[in-house]
């Protein structure tokens, strides 16, 4: 996830993370001999991590290793501090590490201090902290993976998918000496997590059990939003279930984490996250305090991206996280489309126009598959619409439908390995519309970018009956 925050002033805008995080490694990836034990543990302020590595390594690797979205940094070593003699974290290529600093194995007790931020990271689950004190951390943020070097460690891939490991979901035991900590909705006095993907909650935020529906809310988050939240969430997951049918087990939106980070000066902001049951929500700044008609909209739009990823996200997953533009470009249509049947006095069109234009803008001469190395998130979402909106016009053509009539024989067709390739999507794409030239021009403005992006765009639109014009230069949707 990576939030974008914008001045008060300016058109309120939101990243969201959802199905942008790396998406799940298929299995025997890992060799789960090498994964170490971790003990979570909050007493009073103060918090600690200890590892237990199983097997010697003269180098440990941090699955998550996202870059915080301000300033492109690591984010651990501003979080977490080696109390272990002997022992050095750094960041070495793609992922932070832990060495020892006499080059032998790293000791096989290793303990951190930690002081949790709700910083936001670029295409990660980060922490969520609550002004009651409170605090929710992704529970496989402590996953690691042994490798024999630095020089190893220098020489692996940002994309992990596919990528034979030895390491893995590693066993974290959770403990809070205030009391039972929160787990999928529930208070639990013990609690240990390996593969679940999902968050843990240590403190005593305050939890509301509804029909379908449990929300975990900051106490000083402006109380529209909550509203917003319980009245909007049903109204659009029942839209998309009438519409694509039930997303698939275990990804029911049964609880709904929101944070408040504040009220800060020239800001309007929100940013999300989906896993298995769960929406994670964070907002900040003095530009949602209250709700205006234009933060109204954008938190209804926001709740229903987040919404989307249920489906486009869970029930299925791109392969490798150069493929974000099928699940964020996607579920950015689906709320506007959602919206759009609830409010029909939603403008849709003016949402529309600014992922055109955002996707002219990153696609210059840039490839849209690249754009997470380069920090440059928002390609996945404006240029992904665009294709979907390519895609949608295609089967209006070919049937009067829409972008939910292409989309649900495409999830019903990759529910079963639950991840949806590029192939399988321009392969759909190329059914519906009986032009593989769609496909080819997509090809290339994600693997080479476009000289003329507005022109490649316009171009897919025609063919797809997308009603535009082109002027100076720009694609301006009809």
Same mark, same amino acid.
């Given at each position: 996830m990576r939030l974008k925050a914008l001045a008060a002033s300016t058109l309120l805008a939101a990243a969201l993370l959802g199905a942008c995080a790396a998406a799940p490694?298929?299995?025997?990836?890992?060799?789960? /001999?090498?994964?170490? #034990?971790?003990?979570?543990?909050?007493?009073?302020?103060?918090?600690?991590?200890?590892?237990? +590595?199983?097997?010697?390594?003269? %180098? $440990?690797? +941090? &699955?998550? #290793?996202?870059? &915080?979205?301000?300033?492109?940094?690591?984010?651990?070593?501003?979080?977490?501090?080696?109390?272990?003699? @002997?022992?050095?974290?750094?960041?070495? @290529?793609?992922?932070?590490?832990? /060495?020892?600093?006499?080059?032998?194995?790293?000791?096989?007790?290793? /303990?951190?201090?930690?002081?949790?931020?709700?910083?936001?990271?670029?295409?990660?689950?980060?922490?969520?902290?609550?002004?009651?004190?409170?605090?929710?951390?992704?529970? /496989?943020?402590?996953? %690691?993976?042994?490798?024999? #070097?630095?020089?190893?460690?220098?020489?692996m891939p940002a994309d992990l998918n596919g990528v034979d490991l030895e390491g893995g979901p590693s066993a974290v035991t959770w403990r809070d000496t205030a009391g039972p900590v929160l787990f999928n909705g529930e208070r639990r006095a013990t609690l240990t997590t390996t593969t679940e993907r999902s968050y843990v909650l240590l403190g005593q935020a305050r939890v509301t059990p509804s029909e379908g529906l449990t929300t975990v809310i900051d106490p000083n988050l402006p109380p529209w939003i909550g509203e917003e939240i319980r009245g909007f969430a049903p109204r659009i997951d029942d839209y998309y279930l009438r519409r694509l049918g039930p997303p698939g087990a275990g990804s029911e939106a049964s609880t709904v984490m929101v944070s408040w980070n504040g009220p800060t000066a020239r800001l309007s902001s929100m940013g999300g996250s989906v896993l298995p049951g769960l929406i994670v929500m964070k907002f900040e700044g003095v530009g949602v305090l209250?709700?205006?008609?234009?933060?109204?909209?954008?938190?209804?739009?926001?709740?229903?991206?987040?919404?989307?990823?249920? $489906?486009?996200?869970?029930?299925?997953?791109?392969?490798?996280?150069?493929?974000?533009?099928?699940?964020?470009? @996607?579920?950015?249509? &689906?709320? %506007?489309?959602?919206?759009?049947?609830?409010?029909?006095?939603?403008?849709?069109?003016?949402?529309? =126009?600014?992922?055109?234009?955002?996707?002219?803008?990153?696609?210059?001469?840039?490839p849209v598959a690249e754009a997470g190395e380069r920090g440059e998130h928002r390609a996945y979402y404006a240029c992904g619409a665009v294709f979907a909106m390519a895609a949608e016009g295609a089967q209006?053509?070919?049937?009067?439908?829409? $972008?939910?009539? +292409?989309?649900?024989?495409?999830?019903?067709?990759?529910?079963?390995?639950?991840?949806?390739?590029?192939?399988?999507?321009?392969?759909?794409?190329?059914?519906?519309?009986?032009?593989?030239?769609?496909?080819?021009?997509?090809?290339? &403005?994600?693997? =080479?970018?476009?000289?003329?992006?507005?022109?490649?765009?316009?171009?897919?639109?025609?063919k797809t009956g997308v009603p535009h014009r082109v002027e100076n230069g720009k694609v301006i949707l009809l």
């Open positions: 490694l298929p299995p025997g990836t890992w060799d789960a /001999r090498a994964a170490p #034990s971790v003990e979570v543990v909050r007493d009073g302020d103060r918090w600690t991590v200890d590892y237990v +590595f199983h097997r010697a390594a003269p %180098v $440990w690797a +941090f &699955m998550d #290793s996202a870059l &915080m979205a301000d300033g492109r940094q690591p984010w651990r070593p501003t979080q977490w501090t080696l109390e272990t003699p @002997g022992v050095v974290m750094e960041r070495r @290529g793609h992922y932070d590490v832990i /060495r020892s600093t006499d080059g032998g194995p790293v000791p096989s007790r290793v /303990r951190f201090s930690i002081r949790p931020k709700g910083v936001e990271l670029e295409a990660e689950y980060g922490a969520l902290t609550f002004s009651d004190g409170a605090v929710a951390l992704p529970t /496989r943020q402590f996953d %690691v993976f042994a490798l024999p #070097s630095v020089a190893a460690a220098e020489a209250n709700p205006s008609q234009e933060v109204l909209e954008r938190s209804r739009w926001f709740i229903g991206h987040e919404s989307a990823h249920f $489906w486009l996200g869970q029930a299925v997953r791109y392969q490798f996280a150069r493929d974000a533009w099928i699940t964020e470009g @996607g579920a950015d249509l &689906m709320a %506007v489309r959602g919206f759009k049947a609830l409010d029909p006095a939603y403008d849709a069109r003016a949402e529309l =126009q600014t992922e055109v234009d955002d996707c002219i803008a990153l696609a210059r001469d840039k209006k053509r070919r049937d009067g439908g829409d $972008w939910f009539d +292409f989309l649900r024989p495409v999830l019903i067709a990759n529910r079963t390995d639950g991840v949806l390739t590029r192939a399988e999507w321009l392969d759909a794409l190329t059914r519906a519309s009986r032009d593989p030239s769609l496909a080819a021009t997509i090809e290339r &403005m994600l693997d =080479q970018g476009a000289a003329d992006p507005a022109a490649e765009i316009a171009g897919l639109f025609r």
